[in-house]
């Protein structure tokens, strides 16, 4: 069974740039959330996509938008770069069924920098 | 709202000593319930879960009982190794699949 890979690792980028982080979920799951952990901090729910469509959101700004792809794999883009939007990027699958209780399984994640 | 509050750390122990970190949680309904831990450089991975009311999730020796009463999912261990040594966030999810997770409590456990 493939886990959840996520690319790039690391990445470091200036105030005002865009970034795209890239991510495969897991075999077999066809759901993919996005969280954001800062430093010291709990991860916090960005969106979910599910079916290649949004599917819940977190308190982000639009400048943190997302793609899901017909395999499952997902892409968190973030325009407009601020200070503040360095942090670890996590990406986790699941499989969504009709009352299911099924866990996150989360990638290793990508470690963001903003200078 | 939804929210989880977690032990504040950060928690050192000996090794073989008895561990408690406590959480307890804020939603309406009957939310599911998780245990996940962080080793340094990776992502988290799930410890146990616990679905209903006096569920008790376990792993690796980890155990943590949901209680409906007083709102909490406490994690226990009775005797804890160096390779215990990690963050460990207790978290919710509600209804769909948004988790909302604790702020973490780092774990150090010295020989």
């Known amino acids: 069974e493939t886990g959840v890979t996520q690319s790039p690792t690391h990445l470091i980028k200036t105030r005002g740039q865009q970034v795209t982080l890239r991510c495969s979920s897991q075999s077999g799951h066809n759901t993919v959330s996005w969280y954001q952990q800062a430093l010291g901090q709990g991860p916090q729910f960005i969106f979910q996509y599910y079916r290649e469509e949004e599917n819940g959101r977190g308190n982000f700004p639009p400048r943190f938008s997302g793609l899901q792809f017909p395999n499952y794999s997902s892409e968190l883009n973030v325009n407009a770069l601020e200070l503040d939007d360095s942090a670890l990027y996590l990406c986790?699958?699941?499989?969504?069924?009709?009352?299911?209780?099924?866990?996150?399984?989360f990638g290793n994640g990508t470690r963001l920098t903003v200078t | 709202g939804n929210s989880v509050t977690q032990m504040e750390g950060p928690v050192t122990l000996s090794e073989e000593a008895f561990l408690t970190i406590n959480c307890t949680y804020t939603a309406t309904g009957y939310p599911s319930l998780f245990w996940y831990v962080q080793y340094p450089g990776e992502g988290l991975q799930l410890l146990l879960k616990a679905t209903k009311a006096d569920d008790k999730g376990s792993n690796k020796g980890f155990e943590a009982t949901y209680r409906k009463e007083t709102t909490s999912f406490h994690l226990e261990k009775g005797s804890v190794q160096v390779s215990d040594s990690a963050v460990y966030f207790c978290a919710l999810r509600h209804t769909g699949n948004q988790f909302y997770f604790g702020t973490g409590t780092s774990l150090t456990v010295i020989p």
């Open positions: 986790a699958s699941s499989e969504r069924r009709r009352g299911d209780n099924s866990p996150l399984h």
